[in-house]
């Protein structure tokens, strides 16, 4: 396989050539820093980031984000957007952990307030938000679950769970409408019943945070963000044992090569469907109904937050910022040569970061864009941002996800201990829970790249504005 050759079209922007490989439709574009690109340069993420430019009805570009790295079909950190018309649909391109999203919560607290009270709080969110591998929570009836699926945080509303803010500070308004509940497999079903509520393991964690910085400081007080040493809680999970039966199951069929199905001319994982066919329609409405389904999941776990504060510090006041997703495919508009078109943009590892002027006038959202969340590793930081105005022509609106992996979990588990691990993160003031050792290991925040990095990549690049910074004290991990 040739050597994959990679311009600098400027500081944070990297190009392959369309006649690197005369299959590809259209070049690949790379946003990072010159330092973040020597590794991206060695990494096979960016054969992936020619395939996916290879696929029929792609516009633009074959995009990645400075948190790039080797996934399934796609590489995590891509982005690529498809003619609704002729282009295709691929579960490559969404991932098994549908909606793996973030949810974040400001309250009313200073670091000072909750300082001698971390260990207990972070202890009983444990004891609360049931995590790690095959976690369960309280099995819900197949009436909730039909509910769920079809109507998302509104089930949460109507059980109080969730306020009429919650709904408006999530990502549409936390329901997607082209939703087919019908389509998720009974096997699918059975999963979802008994998860709702639950963190699940790998990256995914529940971290009590306190505002270190704040870049725009009217940007921030706008989305309840006042002040350093503020407590914030973060929530990254998605839509478990479901989305994941969703993807595997569409896959399985995908590979039948049935009609409307289009395969790859190098990689079986990019085998898609027409976005126009019957299994691309089939495979949208499962994939939005467990999109739900993590809404959903992430909501009841903010509402197991607010329990578990209120029991501590009755007085405390816990709100939604905002909740969105990755890993999902959406339908757009967005300009493309001066004309306005209808694409369905997958983003897998990949955030949302629609400037102010994409929200109607009477938006709360209409003044900034909506927060972007990226979660860093359980050592280092998560930022809030917001899309930049004009980043719909360099990303269709995205922006990474969070700082990506640079070593594989097994070679986590060679290079940290978890002793070790646990020591330097209370050496740091940070306290971990974890439902087991292996997982300290495999999440070391030496596993991951410098989420600083990643941040001023999509900064330089002009697709986000930074907001602020928020640093961990009390963690909890599958």
């Known amino acids: 396989m040739p050597e994959i050759k990679v311009t600098e079209i400027d500081n944070y922007t990297y190009m392959i050539d369309k006649s690197h490989d005369s299959r590809m439709n259209v070049p690949g574009i790379i946003y990072s820093s010159p330092a973040m690109m020597e590794d991206i340069r060695n990494d096979q993420s960016l054969q992936q980031v020619v395939n996916v430019a290879m696929l029929p009805g792609i516009v633009r570009a074959s995009m990645a984000m400075p948190d790039i790295h080797w996934g399934y079909g796609f590489p995590i950190g891509g982005v690529a957007a498809f003619d609704s018309e002729e282009g295709i649909v691929s579960p490559g391109g969404v991932g098994y952990d549908i909606n793996c999203g973030v949810s974040l919560a400001r309250t009313n607290l200073t670091f000072e307030e909750i300082k001698p009270k971390i260990r207990e709080l972070t202890d009983l969110l444990f004891s609360k938000v049931p995590s790690g591998m095959g976690s369960t ?85 706008y989305f309840g963000i006042k002040g350093t040493d503020q407590i914030t809680v973060m929530v990254h999970t998605g839509s478990r044992g479901l989305g ?39 495979y949208l409405g499962a994939m939005n109904s467990a999109a739900n389904y993590g809404f959903v999941n992430r909501q009841v776990i903010i509402h197991n937050v607010r329990e578990a504060f209120h029991e501590i510090f009755p007085d405390s006041e816990v709100k939604l910022v905002y909740s969105l997703a990755h890993n999902m495919a959406k339908m757009e508009r967005h300009r493309v040569n001066g004309d306005e078109r209808k694409l369905l943009v997958h983003r897998k590892g990949a955030t949302r970061a629609f400037p102010g002027y994409f929200f109607k006038e009477d938006s709360f959202f209409r003044m900034f864009g909506h927060p972007v969340l990226i979660p860093g590793d359980m050592g280092t930081a998560s930022y809030v941002l917001v899309g930049k105005e004009g980043n719909d022509q360099k990303s269709f609106s995205s922006s990474c996800h969070g700082a990506g992996r640079k070593l594989s979990r097994t070679k986590s588990i ?22 087991n050792v292996r997982v300290i290991s495999e999440e070391a925040p030496g596993s991951y790249k410098d989420i600083d990095e990643v941040i001023s990549s999509v900064t330089g690049a002009g697709l986000t504005i930074p907001v602020a910074r928020l640093t961990p004290l009390g963690v909890v991990k599958g």
């Open 137 to 221: 929570s309280t099995k819900v009836t197949e009436g909730d679950l039909d509910a769920i699926l079809s109507t998302g945080v509104q089930w949460c509303v109507d059980r109080g769970m969730a306020t009429n803010d919650d709904l408006r500070l999530t990502e549409e308004n936390g329901a997607l409408k082209d939703n087919r509940p019908r389509n998720v497999s009974p096997e699918a079903r059975k999963r979802g019943l008994k998860q709702i509520g639950t963190l699940g393991a790998g990256n995914h964690f529940l971290e009590i945070q306190r505002t270190d910085s704040i870049f725009d400081q009217e940007i921030a007080r």
């Open 244 to 282: 994941h039966q969703v993807a595997t199951d569409f896959i399985r069929k995908l590979n039948t090569l049935g009609e409307g199905v289009i395969s790859h001319p190098v990689d079986r994982q990019l085998t898609s469907a027409k976005i126009q066919s019957d299994i691309g329609s089939a």
């Open 414 to 435: 060679e290079a940290f201990k978890s002793k070790e691990v646990v020591s330097k993160l209370e050496s740091k003031g940070i306290y971990l829970r974890a439902q």
